[in-house]
């Protein structure tokens, strides 16, 4: 593999893309994972709490993660999107379900999400 080469990954055990873009991406070194919603693997949308639909995100963005060979134990940067920055305590009670020390860098902002209230993205190091 080259610095130059983009290869995509798709997860089955994640909701399928919901528009033109691959769920990961692997170059130079980097696995870049698109956001992740609070969808169940055959794209419908989990309807209960916001710790469900955080968890549901985070397992997404794991599963996806895991197709690629990856962990996101190797994450190195994620990106939240909150519609309610309210959810922001219960999201740090779900984030360390998922992430450990060291802690990877985080950008939490609030977003206007079509009909959902989180979406998570990430980028992993990948060994050789």
Known sequence: MTDRDRIPFRAED???????YSQ????????FLAGQGPFRP????????FEDQA??????????????????ADAVRVGVYL???????VLNKVYVEFFSDP???RTTIQSDLPGFDIEVDAVIVMGD
């Open 55 to 72: 968890r549901q995100a985070f397992k997404n963005l794991q599963a996806v993660a895991a197709a690629a060979g990856a962990s996101l």
């Open 83 to 89: 519609r309610d920055m309210s959810d922001f305590p």
């Open 103 to 105: 802690m990877p860098a």
């Open 14 to 20: 994640a909701p399928p893309p919901a528009g033109p």
């Open 24 to 31: 990961a991406i692997r170059s130079g070194g980097f696995l």
């Open 42 to 49: 055959d794209g419908s949308k989990v309807e209960s709490s």
